[in-house]
């Protein structure tokens, strides 16, 4: 029940942020969303008394190396999360998701290169799977262009932006785990990642000149964005937490590789976005594909 409920929180924080984007502009969305994961991070490190890991000059500090891992992380990771946006606009919730939800597997390939991780012959058949599953759901959406039911004439655009999100988002992933090796707690991890994250996402804003956004965008949206930050990065993360305290972790990733296909149906349900067979059936391979991914790792991980 906790994994469904990670699952649950995250799709439904899709469906929020595809609410916000289709007034608001995109680039106030990764500073908003970040707030509430930022404020689980300060909580969590107080709750669990880790304040000593970022304070360079405490004896139970994770060390230099570890908190620019994780600061980086954070950095890096909110780039993709402004061509997220992007492509939520572009492309809709069924479009992009998918192709997000691929960053496991750019992450698993990072983690071979740089952390020298095993890779299992598995992986490959996931890895076509997953293609295969993103090809199908492009194609459908052809369909759907074809006959005026898209969110946008330049849907195409969502694809590769969501596929440089999913590629920052697997690097970090590669970070986060490199500053955990080098023994930085969760908590801390969440802390240092979001205070990192909007410091980028408020550098984004200056740099593009769009600063009065905070202040500007409506109500509604900001709250729709505020919502998507507490759904994914409080409600989420707690319940895969939890699920991980309980249930193996192949277990757990085999459940969390539903997010695609719920927040499919919740756009579908929801929000009205065009989906048709072809589609379904490819975001069903995407999911099959993104599970075996994860679930068949080396167990020592």
Known sequence: ????????????????????????????????????????????VWKNRMFGQVWPRSEAYAGNRAVAALAVAGAVSTVGLFAQYFALRLGG??????????????????????????????????FGLLVAGVAAVSLGELRGWAHGWVPSPAWYWAIPLACGTALTYGIAGVFWRDSQLRGAHQSTAILIQFVASLATALGGLALAGRLRLISTTPARDLAALLISGVLSGIVGVYCIFMALRLMRVARVFAYTSLTPLVATGF??????????LLMLAGVVLACFGLALTQIFRPQEE
């Open 93 to 126: 919730v069924i479009v992009t998701v998918p192709v997000v939800q691929t960053y496991g597997l750019w992450g698993t390939l990072g983690a071979w290169l740089f952390l020298r991780e095993r890779v299992r012959p598995v992986f490959l058949l996931g």
């Open 267 to 276: 756009a579908y349900f929801f929000l009205h976005e065009y989906l048709n």
């Open 1 to 44: 029940l906790w994994a469904l409920g990670s699952v649950a929180g995250y799709a439904s924080a899709y469906i929020f942020d595809r609410l916000a984007v289709i007034h608001a502009d995109p680039l106030v969305g990764p500073f908003l969303r970040g707030i509430p994961s930022l404020v689980l991070g300060i909580v969590l």
